[in-house]
């Protein structure tokens, strides 16, 4: 079996490299072709240094559509050379029998290519990308061109899957649907750190230095207090949350980003990890956290609260003036931290494990052919 896989509109082999997670990107390919023998052609985003990649494992090929239609600096130019170059590539994909792309943004290419092949789409969304650009108060026009792209996904794709339940009742409340899977994301594996072997009064986040993630409601609640934070993530707010954290008195360390192995064990290191974001689709970095032994404390959200019962396998809060007691409560009571991380990891164990994600991956192939 061959499959073409379409990358995310804008995204290489080489992003993933320089971004440090290609070794967990890569991590599902590798095993769907050592142990079912399937053949991969990965359609990136990138140009000729993409196809040095090959070496990631075997049965894999490499197309990278900038090496066939000349990257436009103007992104509606370069958005009608997709649609209109895609034909100078269809030749070159051989035989295969299902296409798959993991984000909706660039899923018009795999569209395309269905359209020419007449081969079936599986069409993976990670989180809701219209519903996130109108939270995120996106450009009307924005908004409109993710909102009719979701709809050509779903009654075009033959299987569309989303990561929660929660987006699934999104989706049939406001488009026309047909059935849609739930496919969450996975975690590789997990390891485990005594309580007394992890930071006794610092914190881990984790994610994009941006308005969503609502760093600086988390700094304003531990103003004043001995909780010392730390954020691995880049983005546009890091000034302006160092600045804060200095008028409010709290020890904030911008870690940067880190490679996707320095990450997985540096979770090992804490005892809580916060996710105070106003809106998520269905987080890695809470299951990996997970993974890890970390007890998760989370905004409520309605993706997250699939992921998390409160008070059974992690810790849910409304308001952002809960945080600094829920926080200190479970930095020091060793014996509630120990029964939330036990069930945490029995429910990843159950629902999220990399091997639990492949066999639904499977199933998906062989209902498509």
Known sequence: ?????????????KNW???????????????????????????TFGDESDEEYEYLFENLKILPIYKYINKSESRVVDFLKTIFGIKK????????????????????????IKFLSK???????????FEFSVRNKKRIHKKIFYYLLTQVGLIYSDVYSVTSKADELYLKKYFITKKIAIM?????????????????????????????????????????SEVELDIVGVGSEKNSLKKLALQSNVKLNLIGNLEHQELTKLYL?????????????????????????????????????????????????????????KVNYYL???EVWNEIVFEAYKSLISNNIIEKYIEREISTYKNLI
Do not use: C
């Open 1 to 13: 079996m061959n499959i073409i896989f379409v990358f995310t509109y804008g995204i290489s082999l």
């Open 17 to 43: 490299h320089e971004t440090g997670v290609l070794s967990r990107e890569i991590e599902v390919y590798k095993r769907l072709s050592a142990d079912h023998g399937i053949s991969f052609t990965f359609l």
């Open 89 to 112: 590539i269809i030749n070159l994909l051989g035989d295969f029998e299902i296409i798959k792309t993991n984000q909706l943004h660039g899923s018009w290419v795999a569209m395309i």
């Open 119 to 129: 081969k079936p789409l599986y069409l993976r969304t990670g989180y809701n990308l």
């Open 184 to 224: 969450p994301n996975w975690v590789l594996d997990v390891k485990k750190n005594e309580f007394k072997n992890r930071h006794k009064n610092r914190l881990l986040a984790v994610g994009r230095l941006e308005s969503q993630k609502n760093f600086h409601s988390l700094i304003n609640a531990l103003a004043g």
């Open 269 to 325: 290191n804490y005892r809580v990890f916060i996710i105070p974001s106003k809106f998520e689709g269905n987080p890695k970095v809470v299951l990996e956290a997970i993974s890890r032994g970390a007890l998760v404390i989370s905004k409520e959200n309605k993706n997250i609260s699939e992921i998390i019962n409160d008070e059974i396998n992690g810790v849910i809060y409304k308001d952002d003036n809960e945080i600094l007691e």
């Open 332 to 334: 020091g009571n060793e």
